[in-house]
């Protein structure tokens, strides 16, 4: 696949998540008109969209078609936003700045954004239970849950709060990232292929990519959150500051660079399986490793 070809199928893939996000989206004259604008606040803002292009281009990777996996890949979208909502409330990692604007507390309060961020949280499977008329798109909303939940995304969370101001060693490091970061990106991998009704060997490619590229995003992720240059729309440094330990503490640059390589590498090569089919998301997993934002 040649760069034009990754961009335009990115584009496709970005375009029709941002059309679904629309067409789901609570917007109408009501009481609670101010929490509709808070919710949309966030979500409408300018995310990467990274976690529902990979849904998508799994699904289709797997055989499957991106309209039945739709609403999964807008209500992954929005699982991400309520956790960027509640990441950034003072309880948390109390941030105030997101994508480059004020975060959603600082905008409509902390109460009004607790509220946001839950009704992100149900909203998803309001909206993926709507399109649900396989027994594979029902497996992929309960691996969604799950990884969202306290054995995924929320259980990283938990350890991260738990490490500040401590200095956490490796294992620490590695598991709360794998869940915190991780689990979603393994989410939008592996419901993609379950979506397509893909095969036990199908699923277990998808899981080992998921991993790896949850891994490698970090990586970055932690290298660019010390890096003066690039435009992360947040607030530089707020890791060290608040005594976290991250990759960039525990293994120091060079070694997460060798790390990133490594992970790209062989998140490529899990998926050999799908042949021809799996070009995109193998140009993809390269283009987060070398992203600037
Ligand atoms: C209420 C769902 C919910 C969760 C509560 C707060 C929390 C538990 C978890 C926080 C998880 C978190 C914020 C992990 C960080 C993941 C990460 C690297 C986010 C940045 O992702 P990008 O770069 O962001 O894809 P954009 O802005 O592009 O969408």
Same mark, same amino acid.
């Given at each position: 696949?040649?760069?034009?070809?990754?961009?335009?199928?990115?584009?496709?893939?970005?375009?029709?998540?941002?059309?679904?996000?629309?067409?789901?989206?609570?917007?109408?004259?009501?009481?609670?008109?101010?929490?509709?604008?808070?919710?949309?606040?966030?979500?409408?803002?300018?995310?990467?969209?990274?976690?529902?292009?990979?849904?998508?281009?799994?699904?289709?990777?797997?055989?499957?078609?991106?309209?039945?996996?739709?609403?999964?890949?807008?209500?992954?979208?929005?699982?991400?936003?309520?956790?960027?909502?509640?990441?950034?409330?003072?309880?948390?990692?109390?941030? #105030?700045?997101?994508? %480059?604007?004020? !975060?959603?507390?600082? /905008? @409509? *309060? +902390?109460?009004?954004?607790?509220?946001?961020?839950?009704?992100?949280?149900?909203?998803?499977?309001?909206?993926?239970?709507?399109?649900?008329?396989?027994?594979?798109?029902?497996?992929?909303?309960?691996?969604?849950?799950?990884?969202?939940?306290?054995?995924?995304?929320?259980?990283?969370?938990?350890?991260?709060?738990?490490?500040?101001?401590?200095?956490?060693?490796?294992?620490?490091?590695?598991?709360?990232?794998?869940?915190?970061?991780?689990?979603?990106?393994?989410?939008?991998?592996?419901?993609?292929?379950?979506?397509?009704?893909?095969?036990?060997?199908?699923?277990?490619?998808?899981?080992?990519?998921?991993?790896?590229?949850?891994?490698?995003?970090?990586?970055?992720?932690?290298?660019?959150?010390?890096?003066?240059?690039?435009?992360?729309?947040?607030?530089?440094?707020? #890791?060290?500051?608040? %005594?976290?330990? !991250?990759?960039?503490? /525990? @293994? *120091? +640059?060079?070694?997460?660079?060798?790390?990133?390589?490594?992970?790209?590498?062989?998140?490529?090569?899990?998926?050999?399986?799908?042949?021809?089919?799996?070009?995109?998301?193998?140009?993809?997993?390269?283009?987060?490793?070398?992203?600037?934002?």
């Amino acid at each position: 696949m040649n760069k034009n070809e990754y961009i335009s199928l990115k584009n496709k893939y970005l375009e029709f998540t941002e059309a679904t996000l629309e067409k789901l989206k609570l917007d109408y004259p009501c009481k609670q008109q101010n929490l509709f604008n808070s919710v949309n606040y966030s979500l409408l803002a300018s995310g990467k969209r990274i976690r529902p292009i990979i849904l998508l281009a799994a699904c289709e990777m797997a055989g499957g078609n991106i309209e039945d996996a739709a609403n999964f890949a807008a209500g992954l979208e929005m699982i991400h936003n309520s956790s960027l909502i509640h990441d950034d409330l003072p309880a948390m990692d109390n941030d #105030d700045l997101r994508r %480059g604007n004020p !975060t959603n507390h600082i /905008v @409509y *309060g +902390e109460a009004t954004a607790i509220l946001a961020g839950d009704v992100l949280l149900v909203r998803p499977f309001e909206v993926m239970a709507q399109a649900v008329k396989t027994k594979g798109q029902l497996n992929a909303m309960q691996y969604i849950a799950k990884c969202a939940g306290a054995e995924g995304m929320m259980g990283g969370q938990e350890i991260d709060l738990k490490c500040e101001g401590i200095s956490a060693d490796e294992e620490t490091i590695v598991v709360l990232n794998k869940l915190k970061t991780g689990a979603l990106f393994k989410a939008a991998v592996v419901s993609g292929v379950m979506i397509a009704d893909g095969s036990e060997e199908y699923l277990k490619a998808a899981e080992t990519y998921g991993d790896l590229l949850g891994l490698a995003f970090q990586l970055v992720d932690d290298l660019l959150d010390n890096d003066p240059e690039a435009n992360t729309g947040k607030t530089k440094g707020s #890791d060290i500051e608040k %005594g976290k330990s !991250t990759y960039l503490s /525990v @293994y *120091g +640059e060079e070694k997460c660079r060798a790390l990133i390589n490594m992970c790209t590498e062989k998140a490529r090569e899990a998926l050999n399986i799908f042949g021809d089919k799996a070009q995109f998301l193998c140009t993809l997993v390269e283009e987060l490793a070398t992203r600037v934002n």
